[in-house]
């Protein structure tokens, strides 16, 4: 059974960077085609799709977060891992790791509703 368990420091400083690190078990983050995501959900507020890693190691990054976030992984660990540089407290959320399957030519692992194994979220909140 595919399992991803998030983990992160909790509480971080403004103007500080925010590591997060997602544990995979049950599959290879190497298999072929599938990618895996980092989204949150600021309280009150949608789902935000902000990275994903392919299975050869390919980044994507949302437009709105890219140049602040570098997605990466381990292999041997089979972890993979988020960045967030400078945050403020609009980055204040829960942050999930989750898997998505990819897809033909036009398609984009931005789409939230095609993840289908979530972690259970990581609470993060951005305050001095």
């Known amino acids: 059974q595919v399992q991803l368990v998030e983990s992160g420091p909790g509480l971080v400083k403004p103007s500080q960077t925010l590591s997060l690190t997602c544990a995979v078990s049950?599959?290879?983050?190497?298999?072929?085609?599938?990618?895996w995501g980092w989204i949150r959900r600021p309280p009150g507020k949608d789902l935000e799709w902000i990275a994903a890693?392919?299975?050869?190691?390919?980044?994507y990054y949302s437009p709105s977060l890219g140049s602040r976030t570098t997605i990466s992984r381990d292999t041997s660990k089979n972890q993979f891992y988020l960045q967030l540089t400078h945050v403020t407290p609009e980055d204040t959320a829960t942050y999930y790791c989750a898997r998505v399957a990819g897809g033909s030519v036009s398609w984009t692992p931005a789409r939230i509703r095609d993840y289908d194994y979530w972690g259970q979220g990581t609470q993060v909140t951005v305050s001095s």
């Open positions: 890693i392919s299975y050869n190691s390919s980044p």
């Open positions: 049950g599959t290879s983050i190497t298999t072929p085609h599938y990618y």
